[in-house]
């Protein structure tokens, strides 16, 4: 069970550390003054999350892991398809992780994130939806 919990805080923290490096290559790469906007606030919610995992962390005396960054790099349209799929995953993600815990400040830390990747999700599917409807 503890190795449980080690196994899911790490791969949770390693999940939004790629986020938020992802969001931040995105703003570096694509869009207009607006969308980088988008895309940098992205990124410091994920570095939010990051931060609450690691408080999970030291509440469950887990030790973080080295964790690899490695930033995909294609075009816009095959990167936010990807990232539809990554902010599905999170949303998955916390709603284990909210299951799994009986503690309430923990459920709603789990919920409150839960609704940011939920919202992330939304977002980034009208970005790809406008995307392709540029490229025609
Ligand atoms: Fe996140
Ligand atoms: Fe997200």
Redesign the pocket.
């Known amino acids: 069970m503890e190795e449980t919990k080690k196994d899911i805080l790490n791969q949770g923290l390693a999940d939004e550390l790629n986020?938020a490096a992802e969001y931040i290559g995105f703003a570096a790469k694509f869009g207009d003054l607006a969308l980088k906007e988008r895309f940098l606030q992205?990124a410091a919610?994920?570095l939010n999350h990051a931060i609450k995992i690691l408080r999970l962390m030291s509440d469950a005396k887990v030790e973080p892991e080295k964790i690899d960054i490695t930033p995909t790099d294609g075009e816009l349209i095959e990167e936010l398809v990807q990232y539809i799929a990554n902010?599905e995953a999170?949303v998955f993600y916390y709603d284990v992780l909210q299951k799994l815990h009986q503690d309430g400040e923990v459920t709603s830390l789990c919920q409150e994130i839960k609704n940011?990747?939920d919202r992330?999700l939304r977002n980034i599917r009208q970005i790809f939806l406008q995307a392709k409807e540029r490229k025609g």
């Open positions: 986020a992205y919610d994920e902010e999170a940011e990747e992330h």
